[in-house]
């Protein structure tokens, strides 16, 4: 396929964001016309590295749960482990509705038009802040039966489990909106500014959950600091729940200069007369995003399913062994996961701003180049994972038995990591074109057609034992790559892109 022309950068919607001479004029220029590989390292670093760093103080947070008297220890290791993908399951609801529009914000910002980027920056922000409230209903008033009834959870696992997902659910609306916010200034062009503000949002989380966990103790001594200030606040002692507590005030604290930013550099608050609401647009965005949040949702549901799996099959009221240990892993695979999201999110931008300028021989290079990224930093965590796995996990929890559960899971599933990630690059970037349906389809044929029948068949047909339900979750994540690759390379998702078009 024969590139077009890329455009000059003359903006079709009047005044541009932020004049012609701009910084943002110079990001659309490199994204269009500069050198690609150089370009996409450039962006795309910081926003892989921020996601590791992200996932670092979600370890970091971890190793302060696994502080905890060993009475409360394992129950929080495993309801963690499972309320966090719970809590997922609802963010990416949500950040379908923002990988949608900032798919349709690139697109409008490669073709030049400025008052579609203000126009469906509007109208998400409003969709984004209406799932807030009905999201965070659910979660308050179903964490019970969401984490005995759908996970099947059991003991004071479940107990833990649901006093915390009443908390990260309820405040889920923080996240929502910090994602949009920083979603549409990556899809503007800048990946350092929101990338920033997500490290410091966690950097503040670990420092509010010393205090909320801990209280004015017990506690390490090494942390005995946290003890003056929480006495000072009048805190108590929260343990697990204090962390979600922690994680919703830092990312509402951060939300605050990141929604300055978006008004003040990108001008992106509306004109008089572009306040209305257009049911057109908001079609635009649920034609595009309801696909998004389905396919993100099956792949947390993916994940899901193998902790629902283990919980049920292979452990007991008495024995939680099993499902601590899959606490345990949960943040490697995590840290795979996000790093794979970070260098997925660069490819998202430069497709969507190359198609809006109709340089599509570039958008499909620069998704091609951003996977080959991710697999040489994927690369190191599979590293890691096979010479300080055992290392890295005793620091959350150092119970030999299900230690040694979550390293045989390691040595299994972590070369796939690789695979996984190329697989989530490519469809982040075909995400980028409007290509939802796509992805979805790919993903739905991935995990219901591969992952679930062969797990199922693993534990109900033969009584696999629980290593083999891993064999099946890695042969899912290299049929993943397999399929994601055959997809990209074909080029037929580029069509997806009239979808995106402004009313």
């Not at 996977?371 to 996990?393: C, K, P, Q």
């Amino acid at each position: 396929m024969t590139e077009a022309s890329s455009s000059s950068g003359e903006g079709s919607g009047g005044e541009g964001l932020g004049g012609p001479d701009a910084p943002e004029d110079k990001r659309r220029a490199r994204i269009l016309n500069g050198p690609l590989p150089w370009e996409v390292f450039r962006f795309g670093t910081p926003l892989a590295l921020g996601m590791a760093l992200q996932t670092t103080f979600n370890l970091i947070d971890a190793y302060l749960i696994a502080q905890l008297p060993r009475a409360e220890l394992g129950a929080a290791v495993g309801a963690i482990g499972i309320c966090d993908q719970l809590a997922a399951l609802a963010t990416i609801v949500s950040y379908g509705v923002t990988t949608a529009t900032s798919a349709m914000i690139s697109r409008h910002r490669g073709a030049g038009d400025d008052a579609a980027v203000r126009k469906t920056t509007f109208h998400a922000f409003l969709v984004v802040a209406a799932l807030g409230l009905v999201l965070g209903a659910v979660g308050v008033f179903g964490a019970g039966p969401l984490i005995r009834g759908v996970v099947g959870a059991k003991g004071s696992v479940a107990d833990v489990g649901a006093a915390y997902l009443r908390v990260i659910i309820g405040g889920s609306f923080t996240i929502f909106l910090l994602l949009q916010v920083s979603d549409v200034q990556r899809a503007l062009g800048s990946s350092r500014t929101p990338v920033a503000l997500l490290v410091l949002g966690n950097a503040l989380n670990v420092l509010f959950a010393i205090v909320f966990v801990f209280g004015e103790g017990p506690s390490p001594s090494f942390l005995a600091w946290g003890a003056p200030i929480a006495r000072a606040l009048g805190v108590p002692r929260m343990g697990l729940v204090g962390a979600a507590w922690a994680t919703i005030l830092a990312r509402a604290l951060v939300l605050v200069p990141n929604l300055l930013i978006l008004r003040k550099r990108f001008d992106l608050w509306p004109r008089p007369g572009e306040r209305r609401v257009d049911r057109a647009e908001l079609g635009r965005i649920f034609d595009l995003a309801w696909p998004a949040s389905a396919q993100l949702f099956l792949r947390i549901s993916a994940m899901l399913l193998t902790n629902s799996l283990v919980a049920r099959f292979f452990t007991t009221h008495a024995d939680q062994t099993a499902t601590t240990a899959m606490g345990l892993v949960f943040r490697l695979d995590t840290m795979a996961l996000f790093v794979a999201m970070g260098w997925g999110s660069a490819a998202h931008t430069f497709v969507g701003q190359n198609v809006g300028a109709k340089a599509l021989r570039r958008a499909r290079d620069s998704g091609w180049l951003a996977g080959a990224y991710d697999a040489v930093t994927n690369l190191g965590l599979v590293a890691i994972a096979f010479l300080s796995g055992r290392e890295i996990l005793r620091v959350f929890g150092d119970a030999p038995a299900p230690l040694e559960i979550a390293v045989r899971y390691l040595h299994v599933v972590a070369p796939t990591y690789l695979t996984l990630g190329l697989g989530i690059v490519l469809g982040n970037a075909m995400a980028g074109a409007g290509a939802t349906r796509t992805t979805l389809a790919v993903d739905a044929f991935v995990i219901l057609g591969v992952q679930l029948p062969l797990s199922l068949v693993v534990v109900l047909g033969f009584g696999g034992s629980i290593d083999a339900l891993f064999r099946a979750v890695a042969f899912a994540n290299g049929v993943s790559a397999v399929a994601y690759g055959f997809v990209f390379w074909r080029m037929k998702w580029v069509r997806a892109s009239r979808r995106m078009r402004a009313g």
